[in-house]
């Protein structure tokens, strides 16, 4: 944000642009480095996350209570690509996420409202 506001006064003070084509040149380059932020995080690999270490236990008093091996029954399944690359979210959670995305979508808004 800061680099901006440096960039909108040099192209308008010494550069002597008008505001709306420095604006316009700011506005795409947010919308290039968005796009850039975009490819570069999908095109991350499975190799970048933490891998899931399970140790075997011999003795069933210190066994984890969760687990049972239900993680390599998860990992056989046939996923679609673009499917594979979203979190796994529990169906618990899945309404959480979505009334949090709601109400952030609504700040959202809201705040664009606030100027007027």
């Given at each position: 944000m800061v680099v901006s506001g440096w960039v909108i006064h040099y192209l308008k003070a010494q550069l002597e642009w008008s505001s709306i084509d420095t604006y316009r040149t700011i506005f795409w380059a947010y919308a290039c480095i968005g796009l850039l932020?975009?490819?570069?995080?999908?095109?991350?690999?499975?190799?970048?996350?933490?891998?899931?270490?399970?140790?075997?236990v011999a003795d069933p008093e210190t066994a984890p209570l969760l687990g049972g091996g239900s993680e390599d029954h998860e990992s056989k399944k046939k996923?679609?690509?673009?499917?594979?690359?979203?979190?796994?979210?529990?169906?618990?959670?899945?309404?959480?996420?979505?009334?949090?995305?709601?109400?952030?979508?609504?700040?959202?808004?809201?705040?664009?409202?606030?100027?007027?």
């Open positions: 932020k975009f490819i570069l995080a999908f095109s991350l690999s499975r190799a970048v996350e933490a891998e899931k270490k399970v140790a075997p996923k679609n690509f673009i499917l594979s690359k979203l979190p796994e979210i529990s169906p618990e959670s899945r309404i959480i996420v979505l009334n949090l995305c709601i109400l952030f979508a609504l700040d959202a808004f809201a705040s664009g409202l606030a100027p007027l």
